[in-house]
């Protein structure tokens, strides 16, 4: 599968791992997108390697698109645990 079948995929895998993601949605779009993009290429890698997933069938495939949802799901986590934002709502200031 090309590349621009899995930046493709990964628009949609961002778009749909940021409806997953429990909390609140404090980054942009376009973060969601970046992140859902390098889930994708993640998610493709990991399809490629552990469930043989070769060619143009790979783009519909179950497992990749799974493996691409997982994948942007993932780093949208790290992400919102690297920058600080949690889930739920702040207790202290008003």
């Known amino acids: 599968m090309g ?3 899995w930046i493709a995929l990964g628009l949609i ?5 940021r409806m997953l993601v ?12 970046v ?3 390098a889930g994708a290429l993640l998610g493709g890698f990991v399809a490629t390697e552990v469930f ?3 060619g143009i069938q790979g ?3 179950l ?27 702040r207790i202290g200031r008003r």
Do not use: E
């Open 3 to 5: 590349i621009i079948a």
């Open 35 to 37: 992140l859902g993009i």
């Open 52 to 54: 043989h997933v070769k």
């Open 22 to 33: 429990p909390g609140r949605d404090s980054q942009g779009l376009i973060i969601s997108f």
């Open 13 to 17: 895998a961002g778009v749909v791992a």
């Open 63 to 89: 497992s990749t698109w799974v493996c691409a949802i997982l994948g942007a799901a993932v780093l949208l986590l790290g992400y919102n645990m690297i920058t600080g934002r949690r889930s739920g709502r």
């Open 59 to 61: 783009f519909f495939n």
